[in-house]
């Protein structure tokens, strides 16, 4: 029997609707190339080619019908449309992933993907010596390692993006659970063959000379100012030279002869051993940081609690 819409009152009228089917890689996909930023970095973030990365995109456009991604110029920026799918795609993925755990501790073994956001520091020089043995251990895992300013970890965690960070200092009411790991020292240093690389120098007199500083957001410059504050000088007051993103741009600035640097021993050791910079001796002053690993407040995957893990025994061992 055929019933037509004639005399059928408006609220019994059923409109016939195409159903929509997205996969879960083409969500991945997606929110890959929103945090990564661009579809080559995209790419290489999910060990595939460019040319899949940008058919999945299109892809997934086709089938919701919309545009997601304004490719109008260089920078990837999210159309309307983008924006209202990006929450639900990570809820989606996030859900899927989280079925993958349960099923997964049925067996006992840790799979899945793990997003390790990690701040300039220990990005460098203590997250990527154990990666190697983590992967032995756990060779389902799949690790994804991208690097923040430490407010950029902490929102890579907060909003989901990351599993489990790890940076330098403790960011004030983020909505996230950090845990003490190891501790760094934060040294002066200076030019070889500089007046300051002879006798004990208080924070006052290197006040006085040109510095070399990180970036705002950055924990070493975090530690660096309070302890500055706390002998009684404004940071704000230094004579600045440069500001720079990274440990080791500091460093080859210092190396170049530009002013005095605050940096993490963990940055300056091997080049202290090299002579290409000498350590100021602030005295009985020492400061010390601890670095922290960075996890959401609700229940982390199995896989970051497997890294924080293993963080600590290959650390601390």
């Given at each position: 029997?055929?019933?037509?819409?004639?005399?059928?009152?408006?609220?019994?009228?059923?409109?016939?609707?195409?159903?929509?089917?997205?996969?879960?890689?083409?969500?991945?996909?997606?929110?890959?190339?929103?945090?990564?930023?661009?579809?080559?970095?995209?790419?290489?973030?999910?060990?595939?080619?460019?040319?899949?990365?940008?058919?999945?995109?299109?892809?997934?456009?086709?089938?919701?019908?919309?545009?997601?991604?304004?490719?109008?110029?260089?920078?990837?920026d999210l159309t309307e449309a983008g924006a209202v799918l990006e929450p639900y795609a990570?809820?989606?993925?996030?859900?899927?992933?989280?079925?993958?755990?349960?099923?997964?501790?049925?067996?006992?073994?840790?799979?899945?993907?793990?997003?390790?956001?990690?701040?300039?520091?220990?990005?460098?020089?203590?997250?990527?010596?154990?990666?190697?043995?983590?992967?032995?251990?756990?060779?389902?895992?799949?690790?994804?390692?991208?690097?923040?300013?430490?407010?950029?970890?902490?929102?890579?965690?907060?909003?989901?993006?990351?599993?489990?960070?790890?940076?330098?200092?403790?960011?004030?009411?983020?909505?996230?659970?950090?845990?003490?790991?190891?501790?760094?020292?934060?040294?002066?240093?200076?030019?070889?063959?500089?007046?300051?690389?002879?006798?004990?120098?208080?924070?006052?007199?290197?006040?006085?000379?040109?510095?070399?500083?990180?970036?705002?957001?950055?924990?070493?410059?975090?530690?660096?100012?309070?302890?500055?504050?706390?002998?009684?000088?404004?940071?704000?007051?230094?004579?600045?030279?440069?500001?720079?993103?990274?440990?080791?741009?500091?460093?080859?600035?210092?190396?170049?002869?530009?002013?005095?640097?605050?940096?993490?021993?963990?940055?300056?050791?091997?080049?202290?051993?090299?002579?290409?910079?000498?350590?100021?001796?602030?005295?009985?002053?020492?400061?010390?940081?601890?670095?922290?690993?960075?996890?959401?407040?609700?229940?982390?995957?199995?896989?970051?609690?497997?890294?924080?893990?293993?963080?600590?025994?290959?650390?601390?061992?």
């Amino acid at each position: 029997m055929v019933v037509s819409g004639r005399g059928v009152p408006a609220a019994c009228r059923i409109r016939s609707r195409k159903a929509v089917y997205v996969n879960i890689s083409q969500l991945r996909t997606f929110l890959a190339v929103v945090d990564c930023g661009s579809f080559s970095e995209a790419a290489k973030a999910l060990g595939i080619s460019q040319p899949a990365v940008t058919m999945q995109i299109q892809s997934l456009e086709a089938d919701l019908g919309v545009t997601l991604i304004d490719r109008s110029y260089r920078r990837v920026d999210l159309t309307e449309a983008g924006a209202v799918l990006e929450p639900y795609a990570r809820r989606s993925t996030a859900e899927v992933q989280a079925a993958r755990d349960e099923l997964a501790a049925l067996s006992g073994e840790v799979t899945g993907a793990l997003a390790i956001a990690a701040s300039s520091t220990p990005g460098s020089y203590v997250v990527p010596r154990v990666l190697g043995s983590f992967a032995a251990a756990y060779p389902a895992v799949d690790v994804v390692l991208t690097s923040h300013d430490t407010a950029g970890v902490v929102d890579a965690v907060e909003s989901g993006r990351a599993h489990v960070g790890v940076c330098g200092a403790i960011v004030k009411g983020a909505k996230v659970v950090f845990e003490p790991l190891i501790t760094d020292e934060v040294v002066a240093i200076c030019p070889p063959g500089s007046p300051l690389a002879t006798g004990r120098v208080g924070l006052a007199r290197l006040a006085e000379e040109d510095w070399v500083i990180r970036e705002r957001g950055s924990g070493t410059r975090q530690v660096a100012e309070a302890e500055l504050v706390a002998a009684g000088i404004d940071p704000g007051r230094l004579r600045v030279a440069a500001q720079l993103g990274t440990g080791e741009g500091v460093l080859c600035a210092i190396e170049g002869g530009l002013g005095v640097a605050m940096l993490s021993l963990l940055v300056a050791e091997k080049a202290l051993a090299l002579g290409t910079v000498s350590r100021v001796d602030l005295g009985d002053t020492r400061i010390l940081r601890p670095l922290f690993t960075v996890l959401p407040k609700g229940t982390p995957t199995r896989a970051a609690m497997a890294f924080q893990s293993h963080l600590h025994v290959e650390l601390e061992g």
